[in-house]
Nanobody, 114 residues
């Protein structure tokens, strides 16, 4: 059974930084594409960043230059380093994987506010 457990969310001031973690189990982690999504209140879930099994990365335009996705295959964990946060980044952030993107974590809340 695939499980994804996010952590690291919280309250941060505008301009601040935060690092999210997603611990995965029940899958061949190093062989899987890993992604981060987010969903703000009243908005649809949107993809933030993806890292393939070969460590190729892809980012949504709205986070380019600010967020960095990385992975540690030895720890079965994917990270999202978020810098220069602004209130528009406030959302629940989800970890995602699967051939059809079918596996989701429970999400971790990120709130950017002064």
């Amino acid at each position: 059974q695939v499980q994804l457990v996010e952590s690291g969310g919280g309250l941060v001031q505008p301009g601040g930084s935060l690092t999210l973690s997603c611990a995965a189990s029940g899958l061949a982690f190093s062989s899987n594409r890993m992604s981060w999504y987010r969903q703000a209140p009243g908005k649809e879930r949107e993809r933030v960043a993806t890292m393939t099994s070969s460590s190729t990365t892809n980012y949504a335009d709205f986070v380019k230059g600010r967020f960095t996705i990385s992975r540690d295959n030895a720890k079965n964990t994917v990270y999202l380093q978020m810098n220069s946060l602004n209130p528009d980044d406030t959302a629940v952030y989800y970890c995602n994987t699967g051939v059809w993107n079918q596996y989701w974590g429970q999400g971790t809340q990120v709130t950017v506010s002064s």
